[in-house]
């Protein structure tokens, strides 16, 4: 039975909370194992709250909180009580990357709750990065941020403890080596920029750029040849459209509220592309 407390812990640039209702429609009901390579806040994990589940992100810091989460949930709710939402407070925990050698002495707890903080009252919770992997969204001004929510922290908890969830850290190609027959993958990359200017990969320091899409179709097509069903979210441009055209593509409209100009926030043209009918 589904635990409705379970849900993301995160903001996340093009989090998919919205169109769960066209996306869990398309997964498939007698999966053996569920994977998920770029996990970001795991609205479609947590939706479906699958009972065997592959999740991986190359953002260390993100997959740390998971990790917290499950094995630590009572003392990051402990620590996360130490933050304010106050502008010198904020700074203060941000700039404590830029210090490598004291930044590596925090616990995993302590990078989780600093993770976890920043996420909630940085400006339209965006997790990014700057090319040295320095968090630098400025702070969000918020009046009452939801910086501790232990309901839905303890059923997150609750739900990876009591079911076989593996975290990887890698290269979403590495991640899917274990991969076996009835097991089914739901991508959900960096989408493809509609313009130059729309482009955001800061979410980990690498970026992802078109020959990292054409490296992804290429994955899409070995999984295809294995028959594995995937299921992909992209943007609608040309390039997406021309890479997987030879598979079955719906286009979708999604709201975009997280963007540095509000007249840029609007409804947008999505893809959902699969191999199956």
């Known amino acids: 039975m589904k635990d409705k407390l379970v849900a993301p812990v995160v903001k996340w640039v093009g989090g998919k909370r919205q169109l769960l209702p066209e996306i869990t429609k398309y997964i498939p009901k007698d999966i053996d194992t569920y994977f998920e390579p770029f996990i970001g806040g795991g ?7 699958p009972s065997k589940a592959v999740i991986n992100d190359v953002n260390s810091e993100l997959i740390n909180l998971y990790e917290v989460i499950k094995n630590n949930v009572d003392e990051l709710i402990l620590d996360l009580k130490n933050h ?15 210090d490598k050698d004291n930044y590596s002495n925090l616990t995993s707890v302590e990078r989780a709750s600093r993770i976890h903080y920043l996420n909630k009252t940085c400006y339209n919770g965006l997790f990014r990065v700057n090319r040295a992997g320095e968090f630098n969204a400025p702070f969000g001004r918020y ?24 975290f990887k850290c890698e290269d979403f190609e590495s991640a899917l080596k274990s991969i076996g027959e009835n097991s089914f993958v739901y991508f959900d990359p960096p989408y493809d920029p509609v313009s130059d200017s729309a482009s955001f990969t800061g979410y980990a320091r690498a970026g992802f750029d078109k020959a990292e899409q054409q490296r992804l179709k290429n994955l899409c097509d070995q999984l295809n040849q294995k028959g594995i069903k995937f299921l992909l979210s992209n943007s609608s441009t040309s390039f997406i459209l021309d890479l997987y055209k030879s598979y079955n593509i719906e286009i979708v409209r999604a709201r975009r509220a997280i963007n540095s100009r509000g007249d840029k926030r609007g409804e947008v043209d999505e893809v959902l592309v699969r191999n199956y009918d």
């Open 43 to 49: 609205a479609v994990l947590f939706s479906i709250q």
């Open 84 to 98: 304010k939402n106050e502008a010198e407070h904020f700074y203060r925990i941000r700039k404590m990357d830029r």
């Open 143 to 166: 009046k009452n941020p939801d910086i501790i929510n232990e309901s839905k922290l303890r059923a997150v908890s609750r739900y990876f403890n009591h079911n076989k969830i593996v």
